[in-house]
Every structure is written in structure tokens, then in C-alpha cells.
């Protein structure tokens, strides 16, 4: 029982280049969700997903798209990098988006610098 | 929009210290959690509190939901260096949480 994991682990991109954030729950959980966290700022919800099929943006969803590959898998794409979006990015996971005292998993994050 | 306020933004104490952290908000909780992140590491719930007035305690942490519900303390009794960590809490928000910028505590040998 893996719980939730991300790759890259790390991760250095130019300007201007793609690449797409994996992130993976065995927990059978119906929410994820993908965080940025900078320092001073705290974690910042990008987008999530209540369930399966779903998704909806968060706090900070501008150059991002995410994808609901289906219930296990929650993906974060990077079309156009920029510098602005060098950062740490954590997946994490719950039982239901629908109730907020569930706990949220997260996982190991990706380091991501953007030069 | 920072809704919710975490102070101090850093701590440095000796082992054997006790300390307490707080979180604020100018707004009604519906539900506060705890989590505490180790460096390289994604942050892990330690409590979630729901009820005014609530105490919970977790071996050496302390923590307490106000009244009011609009803010929420941590209190450690006698720190370790294992509790060296940033301390983040998060409100819930439509359906999410919506976490402050956390406590950063380093606890000396």
C-alpha cells in the first residue's frame, strides 16, 4: 500500500517547455488534488477533482491543465513553463472533496525549477 | 486572499521548551485540521477539530478550537527535536481546504 505517489521527484525545465506531473492513489479515494507550495506562501490549491470524471479549478489554475485519467490517477500539465512556476507540487488525496474533515493524503512532492 | 493567519511564522527553541502556535481567521470555521510537514516531505494530518470549544490532545501536542471558531492554537509540552517541522493549518472551503503559511519550528538539542 503505496498510498500517494508522484513523478518526477525532480524535475528542471527551460522556458517555454511542457511536461506533464503523474500522481497516483491506491487508497481508492474519490478526491484529488494538486498543490503548489512556495516559500512564505503555504500550499495553494491548483485544481482538484471530487470524483471521478470531474475537475475544477482552484486558487492558482492559471498555466496549468489537469487531467482525471480515472479513479487512481490525477495528472498536472504544464503546456508553456515559466519561471513564475518553479515550485514544489504536491498530489494528495480523500475520501470525498464533499466533506472537508476527511483527511487529505499527500505525497512526496516534485521539485520543479523552471530557468 | 489570505483567510487564514499562523503566527509566529518561525520558532527556534531549545529541546525540553514548551511552545504554542496559533491560527487565526476573521471568519467562522466549519472544521479546522493540523498537519505537519518534515522537510522533503508532504505535509500529515495531526487533528482535525469541529466543535467550539473542542481540546484534543495527541501524546505531547495540545490543541484547541476556540469558541467562536475562528481560530485554533497547538501547544507543545516539552519539544523534541523530532517535532522540528512546519506546522500548516487548514480550513474547510466549498468542498477543499484552504491551509495558512504556516509555522516553522526548529527544536535544538
Known amino acids: 500500500n503505496a498510498g500517494v505517489t508522484q513523478t518526477p521527484k525532480f524535475q528542471v525545465l527551460k522556458t517555454g517547455q511542457s511536461m506533464t506531473l503523474q500522481c497516483a492513489q491506491d487508497m481508492n479515494h474519490n478526491s484529488m488534488y494538486w498543490y503548489r507550495q512556495d516559500p512564505g506562501m503555504g500550499l495553494r490549491l491548483i485544481y482538484y477533482?471530487?470524483?471521478?470524471?470531474?475537475?475544477d479549478k482552484g486558487e492558482v489554475p492559471n498555466g496549468y491543465n489537469v487531467s482525471r485519467l480515472n479513479k487512481r490517477e490525477f495528472s498536472l500539465r504544464l503546456e508553456s513553463a515559466a519561471p513564475s512556476q518553479t515550485s514544489v507540487y504536491f498530489c494528495?488525496?480523500?475520501?470525498?472533496?464533499?466533506?472537508?474533515?476527511?483527511?487529505?493524503?499527500f505525497g512526496p512532492g516534485t521539485r520543479l525549477t523552471v530557468t | 486572499t489570505q483567510l487564514l493567519e499562523q503566527s509566529p511564522q518561525f520558532l527556534s527553541i531549545q529541546e525540553g521548551e514548551n511552545l504554542t502556535v496559533y491560527c487565526n481567521s476573521s471568519?467562522?470555521?466549519?472544521?479546522l485540521q493540523w498537519y505537519r510537514q518534515e522537510p522533503g516531505e508532504g505535509p500529515v494530518l495531526l487533528v482535525t477539530v469541529v466543535t467550539g470549544g473542542e481540546v484534543k490532545k495527541l501524546k505531547r501536542l495540545t490543541f484547541q478550537f476556540g469558541d467562536a471558531r475562528k481560530d485554533s492554537s497547538l501547544h507543545i509540552t516539552a519539544a523534541q527535536p523530532g517535532d522540528t517541522g512546519l506546522y500548516l493549518c487548514?480550513?474547510?472551503?466549498?468542498?477543499?481546504?484552504?491551509f495558512g503559511k504556516g509555522t516553522k519550528l526548529s527544536v535544538k538539542p
Open positions: 477533482s471530487a470524483s471521478e470524471g470531474t475537475t
Open positions: 471568519s467562522v470555521f466549519s472544521s
Open positions: 487548514g480550513r474547510g472551503s466549498q468542498g477543499n481546504l484552504i
Open positions: 494528495a488525496s480523500s475520501v470525498s472533496a464533499l466533506d472537508p474533515t476527511y483527511e487529505q493524503y
